[in-house]
Structure formats: C-alpha cells, structure tokens
C-alpha cells in the first residue's frame, strides 16, 4: 500500500512543504540543458526528470519535471532554488549537509545554507520517507557524475 500522506512535522513545516508541493519552484523542461537525469523512488511511485544546465562549473540553470508525494516533490523543488546560480561543489556540499540532516544531526537541520529545506527536518523521523526526500539530491548527484 503506498502511503503518499504527509507525515506529521509541525503546521509551521507542513505549510512550507505544501506551499513548495502546489506551487512547484523552476517546474517544466530546459531547452538547452547539458544533462539530463530520470530517478525513482519505487517504494513511494516518486519520480523526478532533473535538468541542468552546468557551464564552467557552475549550476546556470535548473528546472525538473516529476510526480510523486509532497515530500518528494517539495524537497526537489526547495533543491532547484538552492542550486541555481551556485558552483557544482557548493551543490555537493549541500547534498551533503541535506544527508546529515536527513539521518538525523541537529546541526544541519539549523544550517541557514538549507534554506526552505530545513522545513523537511523532521522527516528524518520517519525512514521510509527519507528516501523521499532525498530523490532530487540523488538525481543532482547523478547528473554531476554524468557531466563529468
Ligand atoms: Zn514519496
């Protein structure tokens, strides 16, 4: 049974989440993207098409195309607003600090680097969403090892 219902996280949290969920931040395709990454998540039916477009190191443009649950589909596009404009390596390292707020430190989950994000803290709480969360991040990774 999938269970695509948004766990409970505080009614501060959950508007953000929603918010991001209805109204989607860099929605729709990239004429012009240099890669392109498809990613699921088969436990929750998630799905996320990440386009990029990385010139010189740098994220000059992002949009994605998927479906899924809030969760997912909230922390791609919390992700698109942070990574636009950034140098990949920021981008990494931001991955990075999402996984540690993702497996529970606490400091992570106060870094201001995660902006809108941090809103998705307490989803740590709950496993079998985490995976949720993480999909955009895993695409973004992706495509960064496909850029090359
Ligand atoms: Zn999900």
């Not at 240099?34 to 998630?46: A, E, I, L, R, Y």
């Not at 969403?129 to 695409?139: E, I, N, S």
């Amino acid at each position: 049974m999938i269970d695509r219902s948004t766990p409970a996280l505080g009614d501060l949290f959950q508007d953000i989440i929603l918010e991001h969920y209805r109204r989607p931040r860099n929605k729709g395709a990239l004429q012009d993207a240099t890669v392109n990454v498809h990613m699921n998540n088969p436990t929750c039916g998630d799905e996320v098409h990440l386009h990029l477009v990385v010139e010189e190191g740098v994220v000059r443009d992002v949009a994605f195309e998927g479906e899924g649950c809030s969760i997912s589909q909230s922390s791609i596009s919390m992700m698109t607003q942070m990574l636009k404009g950034q140098p990949v390596e920021e981008g990494l390292r931001l991955a990075e600090r999402f996984k540690e707020m993702m497996h529970g430190d606490a400091d992570a989950a106060k870094d201001k680097a995660l902006r809108d994000a941090r809103a998705l803290a307490g989803v740590s709480k709950f496993p079998t969403r985490v995976k949720c969360a993480l999909l955009g991040w895993d695409a973004f990774e992706e495509a960064v090892e496909r850029q090359g």
